[in-house]
């Protein structure tokens, strides 16, 4: 199995943007958790997380984007982080075929004139990682 990244969809709802992604990585749900839900993992092709308290309601930090707090956690599927700043990242995660892993990505945004988030070239990275 090959990952690949499905053509990302946005949205627009008021004033706040909805991006969602599917990406398919070759890889155990176990090895894609640690890359989204742990400082090491989400520094390895994302941004450092200065601080991640790994549960509901824990502090999250994102070096490019702000601190906030985890609002949804659920171990080996679902991790995300609404921060301050008005932005929600959610990882939602689901075995495909055998050894696969299908990360289903939404992040929403608010309106406040920034480019779109340029998460293709992160999941790029993402996928090449070893």
């Given at each position: 199995?090959?990952?690949s990244?499905a053509?990302?969809?946005?949205?627009?709802?008021?004033?706040?943007?909805?991006l969602h992604f599917?990406v398919r990585?070759?890889?155990?749900?176990?090895?894609?958790?640690?890359?989204v839900?742990?400082?090491a993992?989400?520094a390895g092709?994302?941004?450092a997380?200065?601080?991640?308290?790994?549960r509901l309601?824990g502090?999250?930090?994102?070096?490019?984007?702000?601190g906030?707090?985890?609002?949804?956690?659920?171990v080996?599927r679902v991790?995300?982080?609404?921060l301050?700043a008005?932005?929600?990242?959610?990882?939602?995660?689901e075995?495909?075929?055998?050894?696969g892993?299908a990360l289903?990505?939404t992040?929403e945004?608010?309106d406040d004139e920034?480019?779109e988030?340029?998460?293709?070239?992160r999941?790029?990275?993402?996928l090449s990682?070893?």
């Amino acid at each position: 199995m090959s990952g690949s990244i499905a053509q990302g969809t946005s949205q627009t709802h008021g004033s706040t943007h909805i991006l969602h992604f599917l990406v398919r990585l070759p890889r155990p749900m176990e090895d894609v958790w640690q890359a989204v839900a742990t400082p090491a993992g989400i520094a390895g092709w994302f941004t450092a997380a200065d601080v991640l308290e790994p549960r509901l309601g824990g502090a999250v930090t994102l070096r490019d984007l702000g601190g906030g707090r985890v609002t949804a956690w659920d171990v080996d599927r679902v991790a995300e982080y609404t921060l301050d700043a008005g932005d929600r990242l959610r990882f939602h995660l689901e075995r495909d075929g055998e050894d696969g892993t299908a990360l289903r990505f939404t992040h929403e945004y608010p309106d406040d004139e920034r480019p779109e988030p340029g998460w293709r070239a992160r999941f790029e990275r993402l996928l090449s990682r070893p």
